[in-house]
């Protein structure tokens, strides 16, 4: 069921959302040096952290954005590449959710944080139009802490979206 316009959702816990993604790197997602492609790994949390937005707000959802993204270290061919994603915070249509990347080795057992990024999604009917989304209830001093913080992070974000846009508008 759409939820229809007006209405006021229930919140749902942030803890529900979360989402597990693991995938080994295979010679075909990697570069010359035998590491997984930065594309690849774009990819990967864009799969993952709309699977976290589906989960919260079981609609369709499109991505607007994504935060910038830092390739700490490399994940090599054979290692497994695992995601995390869960939403920090809703707002009318749209939802945060933070990505983390990490590179699991399998022989050694070795977890490494590689890379994190926020992506927003907005949840939309079948025509594409923005449909409000649920609360999020944050429970744990983590989720409270990034709950607060998304507030901040979502000003800049469509403050610097609003400029690009001007001036890619004034060029074109
Ligand atoms: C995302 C999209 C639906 C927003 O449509 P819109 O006409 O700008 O709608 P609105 O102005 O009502 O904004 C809807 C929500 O998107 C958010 N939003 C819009 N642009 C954003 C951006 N650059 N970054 C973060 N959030 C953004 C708004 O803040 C709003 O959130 P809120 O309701 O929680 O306050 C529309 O731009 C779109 O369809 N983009 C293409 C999506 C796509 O195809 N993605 C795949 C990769 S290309």
């Known amino acids: 069921m759409t939820p229809s316009k007006g209405r006021r959702l229930k919140g749902k816990p942030a803890a529900e959302s979360r989402a597990d993604m693991l995938q080994v790197v295979l010679p075909n997602d990697t570069n010359l040096l035998g590491n997984i492609l930065g594309g690849t790994v774009m990819h990967l949390i864009d799969i993952a952290g709309a699977i976290a937005a589906h989960r919260h707000a079981r609609s369709y959802?499109?991505?607007?954005?994504?935060?910038?993204?830092d390739f700490v270290h490399p994940i090599r061919v054979g290692q497994v590449i695992r995601l995390h994603a869960e939403v920090t915070r809703a707002f009318r249509t749209s939802m945060e959710?933070?990505?983390k990347?990490?590179?699991e080795d399998y022989i050694t057992g070795e977890c490494r944080l590689t890379s994190s990024a926020f992506v927003t999604y907005v949840a939309v009917d079948e025509q594409v139009r923005p449909i409000p989304v649920p609360p999020v209830i944050a429970r744990t001093a983590e989720e409270k802490r990034r709950y607060r913080e998304a507030l901040a992070r979502r000003r800049h974000r469509l403050a610097l979206a609003a400029r690009t846009h001007h001036r890619a508008g004034r060029k074109a």
């Open 101 to 103: 990347v990490y590179r």
């Open 61 to 69: 959802v499109v991505t607007a954005s994504v935060d910038s993204v």
């Open 97 to 99: 959710v933070e990505v």
